[in-house]
């Protein structure tokens, strides 16, 4: 079992930006996949990106361009660039030891941290 937690979030203006961190502890040998969701009041969770632990990483065509996942031992993080005000969300760091966290079911899930952007 991994435990996942999240940091970095805030309150900031739109156009600036943010880097979210998830410190993981645990079995972390076991870990294949690590990624980030965000949710939005009112609407279901969807991956923002996830990184493999052989480095290939994939962001989801709605955010490319403005988030980055990276991932420094037992780090993960997301940069987030030039922030829009629907970027507002609970977001989450997940793992797996296989490929859940790709297909919306990974076996961590941190707790969240909220991301809210004034326009």
């Known amino acids: 079992q991994v435990q996942l937690v999240e940091s970095g979030g805030g309150l900031v203006q739109a156009g600036r930006s943010l880097r979210l961190s998830c410190a993981a502890s645990g079995s972390l040998f076991s870990i294949n996949t690590m990624g980030w969701y965000r949710q939005a009041p009112g609407q279901q969770r969807e991956l923002v990106a996830y990184i493999t632990m052989g480095g290939n990483t994939s962001v989801a065509d709605s955010v490319k361009g403005r988030f980055t996942i990276s991932r420094d031992r037992n780090m993960l993080y997301l940069q987030i660039n030039s922030l829009k005000p629907e970027d507002t969300a609970v977001y989450y760091c997940?793992?797996?030891?296989?490929?859940?966290?790709?297909?919306?079911?990974?076996?961590?899930w941190g707790l969240g941290t909220q991301v809210t952007v004034s326009s």
């Open positions: 997940a793992a797996d030891t296989r490929w859940g966290v790709v297909t919306g079911f990974p076996s961590d």
